[in-house]
């Protein structure tokens, strides 16, 4: 099969507005499918459209009172862009997330692709809500997975997860995890000389945090374990980086704790972190798939994480991290045990380094999203389970 | 194509017993008690040392020279020399092992210290000299091969160990760092021989032969020499710490037959016994770096050499400082071993020595007690420098008179435990912990009550920025060290 043309659909891009971990794994896979095919992606941002590294960017601004009118909106402009650039029509049309779910709709008698990253079931903790945005986000979520010909979940729990949420059955589901650039994330330093600039200690050991301040993530289990942790060793200090509405109140609690909170932090400041960190630590109560633990295996560091969703299936235990129950005692007696043996925390990191290269490496990511393609457009993806794996 | 497997062993048994200090002293016990800096039982722990662990170690090593095995000794200065002092008798069965034709001593630092560490290679010199001496009057040969232990080494300290006539190197192959790299071949480094130790296999006798939990438990010898044989390289190099063998009752026993049974075991897998000197003209299988291994370069204490956390750090600063202020020699070099270090960690014991274990507090007790000494040492000694004031402004600080940086809200984790460390810490303290103390004085308080220095604390008491500060500090500093050098 010749190069395809391939629009994608997500509300966020490297390029533009960036809210999480959703960003990187779009804007790379467009990249990565960019190199052969002609891909074009839709999504937020301002100014005009333009092509970065082989991708045509298409940008809108919408607005809306509530998130569903504003992701309502979001896709009927993303739509208008999309049928100036539908000649010749795209050959596949793929939707990251519920937020262009009306698009989807609209598109539905086209060769669709819904990849779940998440679902508003695990973002809320992996807790049902009963309030209306929830149960809106979920309608859309479950209704997108039946409309499109194909799913893509970036890992087996979400695939489990959107079985039994909402009914979309194993035949029609590939799972695909994200891809890394792990030369992104690694930066030769000297770490001492990056703990100094925020007054720690080069010796002292630093636990990392990173990601946004919300249940999902589970940064109040890290705090109830920082304590717990210092017990047993006092010197540790800990860097939690990152925004959300839990910060306020997390601050509170550590303020006799070495803690220090740096709140949204740029990029280039993120991997002197990450590289100066001795320890990652992802206390996710779900998390579909765990960007940064692929990150922290980039900069060659261990990480400690829960034993939940993408977490549990990608971390061997003791092998290239630590998994925990989703429990503070339990998060403080793994930063605990592996923080005493710099020897063993660095083989860690050097271990999840080799399965980033084998496993996560964009190259083969977009080999497996290209497979999903060509059964999408030879028709044979309701037959069977998907492979790619 | 698989490699072969093994056909050498080299067992190396490596005697250590430092001078610990005293952990129970307080800090006016130094004027009223002289002998109060080294621990108070160290004779009668040296004898537990003795009874427990070296000789039933060397009753195996005599049952593998017996029946004509080769065996390697790593005996220390320290040790050597309490024994010819306190323990004639038994001093006279380690000699005898010594001047055997099968066995080969292996060079070290006299102190087993972490004299590799400092910036100036004269002092590691002198030491590794010293210890070679010792032991050539003693045997009648000089030893061959070096070994650096715990990681304590680094590029630049090749030239000075080929000058000192020896042939190659010992160090850890420890497989968390050795990820890609076989250990049981010779490596070359600055075109001198390396010969890396099997730590796994060492640890296998060393830390996991009494674990219960292990899922290879009971290890027997047999099982033993079939993991050597089926190992690739050329020769495999075990080191055992004589301290696994304190054990008691039925463990002691099981193990040192383990020991005993192992030359026949190897033998009936075709693996023969060899010295580390036979295997050093083996062509090298490639040149390594000794940073690959976690070894430090001059200046830079990296986190897997035998400094790893702050109070190490600490120590080690003020141990590096208390070279021109302690004029008892023996006294500073007795303070530079390694076990010193490993007690202030909260995990030791790697590659064929003993794992060992500490909670928080007791390695901050050791590190208490280390200052201590430290700083006895250097008081002892004061009055004969050429500046007492300026060797009491210079000398560290146990954690009682410490400055211990805090934000207002919380402590921030480190202590300056000397003048020295104090400026180290003024460059990058946050501005919020600076102006904390500075608005109550504290800084110029400390100064002048504790280091006895008013005119630089009158100069800190008028700054408004950390780095004036620090600037400030290592000016006085370089004043006060020629005022006494």
């Given at each position: 099969m010749g190069p395809l043309k391939i629009a994608q659909f997500c509300w966020e891009s490297l390029h533009a507005v960036r809210e999480g971990g959703l960003s990187p794994a779009a804007t790379h896979l467009a990249e990565v499918l960019g190199t052969e095919h002609e891909v074009h992606f839709f999504t937020r941002g301002e100014g005009p459209d333009r092509i970065i590294r082989n991708v045509a960017y298409h940008f809108c601004q919408p607005e809306g009172d509530t998130i569903i009118d504003y992701c309502q909106d979001l896709s009927r402009k993303l739509l208008q862009k999309f049928h100036d650039a539908d000649t010749p029509p795209f050959d596949i049309i793929h939707f990251h997330d519920w937020h262009c779910s009306d698009a989807l709709e609209r598109l539905q008698d086209r060769r669709t692709v819904m990849s779940y990253h998440s679902t508003e079931y695990g973002r809320n903790g992996g807790n049902f809500g009963d309030w209306p945005e929830f149960q809106a986000i979920s309608a859309r979520e479950w209704r997108c997975g039946h409309l499109a010909r194909h799913v893509v979940t970036v890992s087996r729990h979400t695939e489990t997860e959107i079985m039994w949420l909402?009914?979309?059955?194993?035949?029609r589901i590939t799972v695909i995890p994200n891809g890394i650039y792990p030369e992104h994330y690694y930066l030769p330093l000297d770490p001492g000389s990056v703990k100094k600039r925020y007054g720690i200690h080069p010796l002292a050991p630093l636990v990392l945090f990173i990601g946004r301040l919300v249940y999902q993530k589970g940064p109040d289990l890290l705090v109830d374990a920082i304590p717990q942790v210092l017990q047993r060793r006092w010197d540790v200090q800990f860097i939690i980086a990152g925004k959300g509405d839990m910060k306020r109140d997390l601050e509170e609690r550590c303020r006799a704790l070495p803690v220090q909170f740096t709140g949204y932090i740029p990029d280039e400041e993120y991997l002197q972190l990450l590289n100066a960190c001795d320890l990652v630590v992802i206390p996710s109560r779900n998390e579909p798939f765990g960007l940064v633990l692929t990150e922290a295996w980039s900069a060659e560091k261990c990480a400690v994480a829960t034993d939940v969703g993408g977490l549990a299936e990608n971390i061997e235990d003791f092998v290239d991290g630590i998994k925990v129950p989703v429990r503070a005692d339990s998060l403080a007696w793994g930063i605990s045990y592996i923080i005493e043996d710099p020897v063993r925390i660095r083989a860690m990191g050097v271990a999840g380094k080799r399965k980033v290269l084998s496993r996560f490496n964009w190259a083969r990511i977009g080999r497996m999203m290209d497979k999903v393609y060509t059964r999408v457009i030879s028709g044979t993806d309701d037959g069977s389970r998907g492979s790619g794996r | 194509m698989n490699e072969p497997g093994c056909r050498r062993l080299c067992l190396e048994l490596s005697i250590h017993y430092p001078y610990f200090v005293e952990t129970r002293a307080q800090r006016e016990d130094v004027f009223r008690e002289e002998d109060i800096i080294f621990s108070r039982s160290q004779k009668a722990d040296f004898g537990k040392y003795l009874s427990r662990a070296v000789l039933p170690a060397m009753d195996c090593i005599f049952s593998w020279l017996d029946s004509g095995e080769s065996v390697s000794l790593g005996v220390s200065g320290t040790v050597i020399e309490q024994l010819i002092t306190e323990e004639t008798d038994r001093a006279a069965v380690l000699l005898d092992t010594l001047q055997h034709p099968s066995v080969e001593s292996i060079g070290q630092t006299y102190y087993r210290s972490v004299a590799g560490l400092f910036p100036d290679p004269g002092e590691f010199i002198f030491q590794v000299s010293r210890h070679a001496d010792l032991i050539e009057d003693l045997s009648g040969r000089r030893p061959g091969v070096f070994e650096a232990n715990e990681f304590v080494f680094n590029s630049a300290l090749i030239d000075p160990i080929r000058d000192l006539g020896f042939l190659a190197f010992y160090t850890e192959g420890s497989d968390h760092l050795l990820?890609?790299?076989?250990?049981n071949y010779v490596y070359s480094c600055h075109n001198f021989p390396v010969l890396l130790r099997n730590c796994r296999l060492s640890e296998d006798i060393a830390q996991r032969f009494h674990d219960h939990t292990w899922d290879r438990f009971p290890l027997t010898a047999e099982t033993y020499a079939r993991w050597v044989a089926e190992t690739p390289g050329d020769c495999i190099h075990i080191r055992l710490d004589a301290g696994v063998f304190s054990t008691t009752g039925d463990t002691a026993r099981s193990f040192e037959e383990f020991i005993c049974r192992l030359p026949q075991a190897l033998h009936s897998h075709g693996v023969a016994t060899v010295l580390p000197s036979s295997v050093?003209?083996?062509?090298?299988r490639k040149v390594l770096h000794l940073e690959e291994l976690g070894m430090c370069a001059p200046g830079t204490v990296t986190a897997l050499t035998g400094i790893h956390n702050m109070h190490q750090q600490s120590a080690f600063w003020c141990l590096e400082d208390a070279r021109d202020l302690i004029i008892d020699r023996e006294s500073w070099r007795r303070l530079q071993s390694i076990d010193h270090f490993a007690r202030m960690a909260f995990a030791s014991g790697s590659c064929g020595r003993g794992a060992m274990w500490s909670t928080s507090q007791e390695a901050y007790d050791y590190f208490s007690a280390y200052l201590r000494a430290l700083a006895s040492c250097e008081e002892a000694c004061r009055d004969e420098t050429r500046s007492p004031p300026a060797a009491r402004a210079l000398q560290c600080q146990p954690p009682e008179t410490a400055f211990h940086f805090h934000s207002g809200f919380r402590f921030t984790g480190y202590s300056a435990h000397s003048l020295q460390e104090f400026s180290r810490f003024l460059e990058f303290i946050p501005d919020e912990v600076f102006q904390y103390h500075q608005e109550r004085m504290d800084f110029s308080r400390w100064i002048s009550g504790v280091l006895g220095d008013d005119t630089l604390a009158g100069k800190i008491?008028?700054?408004?920025q950390s780095s004036e500060a620090a600037h400030l500090v290592q000016e006085r500093i370089q004043e006060l060290w020629d005022l006494l050098r």
């Open positions: 909402y009914g979309i059955p194993e035949r | 990820s890609t790299m076989n250990p050093i003209g083996d062509p090298p008491a008028r700054c408004t």
